[in-house]
């Protein structure tokens, strides 16, 4: 980081890479931002931080930023620069024309989570009530929209139950499908720490994380389980638990419903669901299974921490659903120390989800059919809203293919590169009539873009994000949009130019409109949390404070529901074209596919996007660390360099997708999940051959 020079001023604002939410200082000399600062008051980080947050913001004056709106008439023509004037009349224009000759139905959006509460609150609202249809979607979609669905089924509610802080009351932690030291880094020290006082750990994962082993840190039990059978995995830990009589029944029959709770033991009783039965297919251990569940059920408070590892996957819904249960059934809710707990991956997924981003919900999680809950939105909006529920992106990108949807509005997303099977994408792309694209830099989604709006970042607009303990935290203007206006302001152009008359001078307004229609943020404003500096929802009447501990009394759907969950094998098979199975994931100092990150010097820690496989793997195919590979899959083919490792285990290899030459999602399959279409980014089969390099 250069110097340059002594600050003048500090602005308090929050982190836009991952859902910690660490709050910074964010120091200036003029219009310059000099250095961020952690917070030593931050809720979420109390002073502490990542490399990404600390240093990784050069991105925001990066030269391939783009500042000026600009549109062609088709993809194969290039750009041609216009003035915001020009761009939202012409935009509107399109949308409207589209809207005359298709109906409302063949337009769309999509939120971002890397975007405010705000920001994302007005686009859904643009595509409901502007453009006329459901067809709103958030990235959510290929993260955590699983946790959405099993959590309110099982809980009443989509969000984890525990603040960050409940982890050092934690006495057995259990990780499935995260690796918190990389991709929450600072919330992964929390829990380290908890580890180095005497926590026991058991890790669910087909990779040996770094938590398995670090210094002072070992776990108990390391379950590498075949990538795919979680459910399996789950359904055998949650038998030993009933034969065995570990069960709470005392708080199953108090807090959860005891007929259903007697319809779950009996089926995960059944003797094809024991460790040693199941042990042929989920490769595990059947003796180091039994042990960890019996760790879980007696070793004190039981907290289970769970990522995309679980989610992104065809049955991430059961997972999530099964995850609950085996909480249920262990008494490990409503306290601290327990709980469910997603690890969201962006700063923003939990709002953007909060916020009425997908197509069946409007803010609050209430269903749109609902007529009470929409009369609520159509008396405030002053428009009509459609009753049924609208596309999700997938289903938006099939119909753009079939003819019946034409245009779309993305809001900070790159969906070309980090959704599934990128042909598929880019053929519902490249079908339809209009794409904008409003976004920091010409990312590859907008290769297919009609219409650039430029963006704004999280440095240059006010706001708030909610991170993955629910926590609802200011981000403040540390400086004057470069492009000219903040994000929520492009999309109150467009929605008054198509129309409607938004008159909001600034995003506290936007937040008390959310808080007078959502009931989980009645008692959130702008001015509280610039005074308190966060709250946890809900904020209502009932809790006044907010609630770092959910469901403590009862769930907020009254009984908590025990769900049976039937493995079912993937339909995406190894064999002997594709004898290995691929899993993804992240690293510490990239984020996501990069877009930020890789424009600023984090550059020079992590180049490229590697392969990692076990060594008899390598072996087999003369491969060793730093050769180029071909990794082909039925989808697709992409090439790597290789690292040789033992992190992986053998059949199992592993890479990361946060650079666009990779391309790592060119060989992801379509299969996804089956309750809510989340792509099934953790298991591809693949074959991996040498090769000269790309
Ligand atoms: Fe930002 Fe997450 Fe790092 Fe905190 S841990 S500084 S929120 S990326």
Request: one cysteine or more; charged letters at 25%.
């Amino acid at each position: 980081v250069k110097a340059i020079g002594k600050p003048e001023r500090a602005v308090v604002t929050t982190c836009a890479y991952c859902g910690v939410g660490c709050t910074f200082r964010a120091e200036m000399r003029g219009e310059q931002l000099v250095r961020m600062v952690p917070w030593k008051d931050g809720k979420a980080n109390r002073g502490h931080s990542c490399v990404k947050g600390r240093f990784a913001y050069g991105y925001a004056n990066h030269r391939e930023r783009i500042l000026n709106p600009m549109i062609r008439e088709s993809i194969d023509q290039p750009w041609r620069e216009v003035s915001w004037d020009e761009a939202i009349s012409y935009t509107a224009a399109r949308l409207n024309q589209i809207k005359a000759e298709s109906g409302a139905r063949a337009l769309g959006g999509i939120t971002s989570s890397r975007c405010t509460n705000e920001e994302a609150y007005l686009v859904q609202k643009l595509v409901r009530g502007g453009f006329g249809s459901n067809n709103v979607d958030t990235c959510a979609r290929v993260c955590h929209s699983p946790t959405g669905f099993g959590l309110s089924t099982t809980f009443g509610t989509s969000a984890g139950t525990q603040d960050f802080d409940s982890v050092m009351d934690s006495d057995v932690i259990l990780v499935i499908g995260a690796n918190p030291t990389d991709a929450h880094p600072v919330f992964g020290s929390r829990m380290k720490r908890r580890l180095r006082q005497g926590a026991k750990l058991i890790v669910i994962d087909p990779r040996r994380i770094d938590l398995v082993r670090s210094p002072h840190i070992e776990a108990a039990y390391h379950l590498p389980l075949q990538p795919g059978t979680n459910v399996a995995v789950m359904t055998s830990l949650a038998h030993v638990i009933v034969t065995e009589g570990l069960a709470d029944e005392k708080f199953i029959r108090e807090r959860c419903d005891w007929d259903e709770y007697q319809d779950w033991a009996r089926f995960v009783s059944d003797e094809r669901h024991s460790p040693e039965t199941l042990e042929a297919v989920t490769r595990v251990p059947a003796q180091d299974l039994r042990e960890a569940a019996r760790l879980f059920a007696t070793g004190g408070n039981g907290a289970i921490y769970y990522g995309l590892g679980v989610t992104e996957h065809s049955q991430g819904s059961s997972t999530v659903m099964a995850i609950a249960n085996l909480a249920m059934a262990t008494g490990n809710i409503g306290r601290r120390g327990v709980g469910v707990n997603p690890l969201r991956g962006q700063n923003n997924v939990q709002g953007s989800c909060d916020m009425g981003s997908f197509p069946h919900e409007l803010s609050g999680y209430r269903h749109i059919s609902d007529a009470a809950t929409r009369k609520l939105f159509e008396d405030d909006w002053g428009v009509t809203l459609d009753p049924e529920p609208g596309l999700r992106i997938p289903n938006m990108l099939d119909a753009a293919v079939d003819g019946s949807f034409r245009a779309i509005y993305i809001q900070g997303e790159d969906i070309l590169q980090s959704d599934p099977d990128t042909k598929h994408v880019a053929a519902g792309l490249a079908a339809m009539d209009c794409v904008i694209v409003h976004d920091l830099f010409l990312n590859e989604t907008a290769n297919y873009a009609h219409i650039f709006l430029p963006g704004s970042t999280f440095l240059e607009k006010d706001g708030t994000f909610t991170n993955a303990e629910r926590r609802i935290q200011p981000v403040r203007k540390v400086m004057e949009p470069a492009n000219g206006y903040g994000d929520w302001e492009v999309t109150q152009l467009l929605a008054n130019e198509m129309g409607l008359n938004w008159t909001y001078t600034h995003p506290s307004q936007i937040l008390d409109e959310i808080a007078r229609l959502t009931p989980t943020f009645a008692g959130v404003s702008w001015e509280r949390l610039d005074r308190e500096g966060s709250l946890q929802w809900p904020v209502n009447e009932k809790f006044p404070e907010g609630a770092p501990i959910m469901h403590v009394d009862g769930f907020v759907r009254g009984k908590g529901k025990f769900v049976v969950t039937e493995y079912v094998p993937t339909d995406e098979k190894s064999g002997p074209r594709f004898p290995l199975l691929l899993t993804t994931g992240r690293i510490l100092s990239q984020y996501n596919v990069g877009a930020q990150t890789r424009r600023t010097d984090n550059v020079l820690w992590h180049k490229e996007d590697l392969l990692e496989m076990h060594p008899s793997d390598a072996e087999n195919r003369g491969l060793k660390t730093d050769d180029w590979a071909k990794l082909t899959s039925r989808s697709g083919e992409t090439t790597l360099r290789v690292l040789v490792t033992d992190r992986v285990a053998p059949g199992v290899v592993y890479t990361t997708f946060h650079h666009p030459a990779t391309q790592a999602n060119v060989v992801t399959t379509d299969f996804s999940d089956w309750a809510t279409n989340c792509p099934e980014y953790k298991v591809t089969a693949v074959q991996v051959m040498p090769s000269n390099g790309p």
